[in-house]
């Protein structure tokens, strides 16, 4: 999947808002499922969003309502709008592509294409 580049992430006061991208390197790949997961200090990485290149999306129930995941397929680039931050929000956020979807349609990330992650730190 080529090389992923994350930007976007920061520092805001609780009820603010961030809007992360990711951009995958080749350009002219397909890719059917992006997501966005992260990890708060000491906790393990958890799935944020996720989003098939047919629309369909997919939310981790903490941020339903708050944020909304979308992607530009002909970038091979997601974006994840992050609005009503909550100091609960704060990690480092990571996407990930390629991976696959059950039937319920929760994300299972690839093994190994991630991105290098950006810092989003909410402050109370």
């Known amino acids: 999947q080529g090389r992923l580049v994350e930007s976007g992430g920061g520092s805001v006061q609780a009820g603010g808002s961030l809007r992360l991208s990711c951009a995958a390197s080749?350009?002219?790949?397909?890719?059917?499922?992006m997501g966005w997961f992260r990890q708060a200090p000491g906790k393990q990485r958890e799935l944020v969003a996720s989003a098939t290149s047919g629309g369909t999306t997919n939310y981790a129930d903490s941020v339903k309502g708050r944020f909304a995941v979308s992607r530009d397929n002909a970038k091979n680039t997601v974006y994840l709008q992050m609005n009503s931050l909550k100091p609960e929000d704060t990690g480092v956020y990571y996407c990930?592509?390629?991976?696959?979807?059950?039937?319920?349609?929760?994300?299972?990330?690839?093994?190994?294409?991630w991105g290098q992650g950006t810092q989003v730190t909410v402050s109370s």
């Open positions: 990930n592509v390629g991976g696959n979807t059950d039937y319920k349609g929760r994300y299972y990330p690839h093994l190994t294409n």
């Open positions: 080749e350009r002219d790949m397909r890719i059917e499922v």
